[in-house]
């Protein structure tokens, strides 16, 4: 009888623990993307991006193009508003695409959850996405 209640309630903590929250995190691709290799970026439409685990409050996400090859060109970015999908389809806002003058370059997409667009809001969550271009 003893080992029947331990293991009942032991089943019972099982089913009643919430789960883990899931990290806030973004993944991308190219696909689409036309080759630029001359170092003069051409502006585009962002990529298509996948979110998971959107901090509970988000309203806005920020997204910002970083080469980690020449970190102190501004590929730019956008903000969008965040819909419960997770999905943030291309051609939401324009930025500077990847164009290395020369090889391949690894490239930084940072996504920033915030409450508000702009410097008012609160910051929630920060997630980032890294891909070499060319692949």
Do not use: E
């Amino acid at each position: 009888m003893k080992f029947f209640t331990i293991a009942t309630v032991a089943i019972g903590l099982v089913t009643v623990a919430p789960l883990p929250a899931q990290a806030f995190s973004i993944s991308f691709d190219w696909k689409g993307l036309k080759l630029c290799t001359s170092g003069n970026p051409n502006t585009v439409s962002n990529p298509r991006f996948i979110v998971k685990g959107l901090p509970k409050g988000t309203q806005y996400i920020q997204f910002r193009l970083k080469d980690k090859n020449a970190p102190r060109y501004n590929h730019g970015g956008g903000w969008v508003k965040m819909s419960r999908d997770g999905k943030v389809p291309a051609n939401a806002f324009k930025y500077k695409s990847p164009c290395p003058p020369s090889g391949k370059h690894t490239y930084v997409w940072t996504a920033t959850a915030k409450t508000k667009k702009g410097f008012g809001g609160k910051k929630l969550g920060v997630a980032r996405a890294s891909r070499k271009y060319p692949q």
